[in-house]
């Protein structure tokens, strides 16, 4: 049983989905099977292939058909032409075979959340599987349904099966698997005899540690200056976000530092537990360009607008609009035709360029940051950060986001973490395995 | 063809076309601001059946307002239950303009008893524009119509300016293309776009009224006979802009009017049966081919 662990990104989902047919691998060499039966290739096919010479995958999202009966979605997951009460009855030998028990006749939407899960394993085995790719399938499950499930993947490969386990839970791999790979940025950072590791030793290998990066980090003074953010979790002391300082989040997707950054742009209400003070005019800068930094088909000049929206007049001059859109097109280098096209027209890094123009024109106080630099290259990455140091030296207080530690780290003044929904601080000389290790929740004092 | 006729096809191509060109132009208001207003039918009999009891009870323009209100009172229903609900956009419009049929029916009955067809209601009569209705032809096609019309074709700029001109239109059409981009730039989605819905339930609740009061003089059950999903198509072939839904609305406004002209002409190859259908034909073709280029607003009958 293989474990494969790695961040978001790292490229877990996309290696079990070349091996299951679904991607097409710029190179590299497909093996399937054993001394009996070796079929070894560049490619597969498709998902059939995959499953003509064994392989079965459990995606990371459901993807039995809720208005189906047990027996419709595992003949149409493994091919079969039998329908009917015909289907039912391989189902149910099927089911037997594996020792998984469902009924076959049950409506799949009536089934629980932990026998929707059996049945996407038996789908995944139904075509006589040896080899079972497993993509994060306990993110759904709470714990003893985890445990039923670890029970049935034990039982496949005492079977004589081999299971890939895709996770980021650390706890998972100790608990399940013999033989464990890391993988951070696509290519295997770690790999080996789960026993020979222990989760510090992984955690460093899933977020890296690259000294070197640490000096590029702007040293200055600001702790005399005037407070723009208080985060204050209850019975906690605050922590003060001040002007020209930029202050990073890192956290794991799904720890709470969106709704914590959209709270604080205004955007959100508040979570739960934390009292936030914003003292100043924000600039927010959302994570996702296309659906919600920007619409698409609206003009440079009517989403030039809509990044002002609150100090737009009633009545809307255009003219104004335009020549406030042309601004930031010559002043941050946006290579468009001009600012009546449609923004879906830019590329990803003139889009951003202008995002960013549009937020930092009116020389907000705050700047909130969620992933700017996302699917940019170098320059325009360059570019971002540029323009994200300039405000702060101009004196705004910039908090940034990326799920990208090294970026992070190379932009930040102080350092937030955030795990489970708790904020903490750590020392700006922290090193990458201590920040790691907060962010998977390793390290958190008891409160 | 003889030019008093020519005329006459002219004049009820304008006025059949009224009433489809207020309800579409609500509706383009409501789409543009990602609402699918199926209940836009049901704001139209709305309208009438308010239109027919406040005309009786205070006159004519009496019947405007409260049809107006009568209209927008079945959009509230829509925008509470898809809008603030988030229910499902093309049922609760379905439900709005089925309960519309039926609570009319009842009302009406109520109202006017089972007589009905008998029913006359003081209308708005054909005022002349001074001048302009000597023109020839032009003049008493177009200028000599009720005041319906003429608020019609000034409401199209009017429209025109709300949706492209002020804040409250570029709130509803980010509301309509990107409700997610909309609500991080600060748009509350939800408010706009119950205004949106509510604006074109007013509006299509004086095309029903516009349809008792210059067009049939009376009211009976289930009298918008599908005007309302007719303006629907328009807003497509009018690609949801004001002007366009104007134009289409003439167009479907001469397919109606065409079967005037055939029967004062005494033309009989068509059955007369095909001529009544042919607008609910031509929407249907209108639908079917897309007309081109035409883009709904990206998160039409989309809930946020």
Request: glycine content about 12%; charged content about 20%.
């Amino acid at each position: 049983m293989h474990a494969l662990l790695g961040e978001n990104g790292a490229g877990k989902t996309t290696l079990m989905r070349i091996a299951y047919g679904l991607e097409i691998p710029d190179r590299g060499e497909i093996e399937v099977g054993s001394e009996s039966r070796t079929a070894s290739r560049e490619r597969l096919a498709s998902p059939r292939e995959a499953r003509a010479l064994g392989i079965g995958m459990v995606h990371q999202h459901f993807t039995s058909i809720p208005a189906f009966t047990v027996a419709e979605n595992v003949a149409l997951a493994a091919g079969w032409r039998e329908t009917g009460r015909r289907a039912m009855s391989r189902a149910r030998e099927v089911i037997d075979r594996l020792g998984l028990p469902l009924d076959p006749g049950a409506v799949t939407r009536d089934l629980s959340v932990q026998l929707r899960q059996r049945l996407e394993i038996v789908q995944a085995l139904a075509a006589e599987a040896r080899v079972l790719l497993l993509d994060e399938p306990t993110a759904v499950l709470a714990p003893p349904e985890v445990a039923e499930l670890v029970n049935v993947i034990r039982r496949f490969a005492a079977q004589g099966g081999a299971v890939v386990l895709i996770t980021h839970k650390l706890r998972e791999v100790a608990l399940v698997a013999d033989r464990v790979t890391v993988l951070r940025d696509g290519r295997v950072a770690l790999t080996g005899s789960v026993g020979a590791f222990d989760p510090r030793a992984l955690s460093a290998a899933m977020i890296g540690d690259d000294p070197a990066l640490a000096e590029t980090r702007r040293v200055s003074d600001t702790a005399e200056h005037e407070p723009r953010i208080s985060i204050a979790p209850a019975d906690q002391e605050p922590i003060v976000l001040r002007a020209g300082e930029i202050v990073g989040v890192a956290a794991v997707e799904g720890n709470g530092q969106r709704e914590l950054l959209r709270a604080i742009a205004g955007v959100d209400s508040s979570p739960p537990g934390l009292s936030l003070t914003v003292s100043g005019s924000v600039a927010f800068i959302p994570e996702d360009r296309t659906t919600e930094a920007l619409i698409g088909e609206f003009t440079l000049v009517e989403n030039q607008a809509l990044g002002h929206l609150d100090r737009l007049p009633r009545w809307l001059d255009w003219g104004a609009i335009a020549r406030d859109a042309d601004a930031v097109i010559r002043d941050h280098d946006v290579r468009t035709t001009g600012s009546a096209v449609a923004a879906a027209t830019l590329s990803g890094g003139n889009q951003q360029k202008f995002v960013l123009g549009r937020a930092l024109g009116r020389d907000p106080e705050i700047v909130i940051a969620e992933n700017p630099t996302r699917g940019l290259d170098i320059r325009a990455t360059g570019a971002v950060h540029g323009r994200l140091r300039e405000a702060a030296g101009r004196g705004a207080c910039v908090l940034v986001h990326s799920s990208d530690l090294d970026e992070v780290i190379a932009l930040a003044d102080r350092l937030l973490v955030m795990h489970a929904g708790v904020l903490q601080e750590l020392p700006r000389v922290a090193s990458r395995s201590a920040i790691g290790d907060a962010m998977l929740g390793l390290s958190r004092e008891p409160r | 063809m003889d030019l008093e006729l020519l005329i006459a096809f002219g004049a009820a191509t304008v006025r059949v076309a009224t009433p489809l060109a207020l309800a579409a132009l609500g509706e383009a208001i409501s789409e543009r601001g990602g609402v699918l207003n199926l209940g836009i039918e049901g704001s139209m009999l709305a309208g009438a059946l308010g239109a027919a009891i406040g005309a009786i009870a205070g006159g004519p323009w009496a019947g405007v307002a409260l049809g107006m209100a009568a209209g927008m009172s079945a959009a509230m229903v829509l925008a509470l239950a898809a809008v603030v609900g988030r229910a499902d956009q093309i049922i609760s419009g379905t439900a709005v303009t089925l309960g519309a049929i039926g609570l009319t029916g009842m009302i009406a009955q109520q109202a006017f008893g089972t007589a009905g067809a008998g029913l006359a209601v003081p209308t708005l009569a054909p005022v002349g524009v001074p001048l302009l209705e000597q023109v020839p032809v032009l003049g008493p096609i177009v200028f000599r119509q009720s005041p319906l019309t003429y608020l019609t074709v000034a409401l199209v700029p009017v429209v025109a300016w709300l949706l492209f001109r002020t804040r409250f239109g570029l709130e509803l059409r980010a509301a309509g293309e990107a409700p997610l981009g909309a609500a991080a730039a600060g748009v509350r989605v939800r408010m706009v776009r119950s205004l949106g819905v509510l604006a074109g339930g007013a509006l299509a609740g004086i095309g029903g009224a516009s349809l008792v009061l210059a067009q049939v003089g009376t009211f009976t059950e289930r009298m918008t006979a599908g005007r309302g999903f007719i303006a629907i198509a328009i807003v497509v072939l009018g690609r949801w802009h004001p002007v366009g839904a104007l134009l289409a609305a003439l167009l479907f406004g001469a397919a109606t009017a065409l079967q005037f002209l055939f029967q004062a002409s005494g033309i009989t190859v068509v059955p007369y049966q095909v001529l009544l259908a042919l607008p609910y034909l031509l929407a249907l073709a209108v639908l079917a081919t897309a007309v081109g280029r035409a883009r709904a607003p990206a998160a039409l009958a989309r809930n946020e």
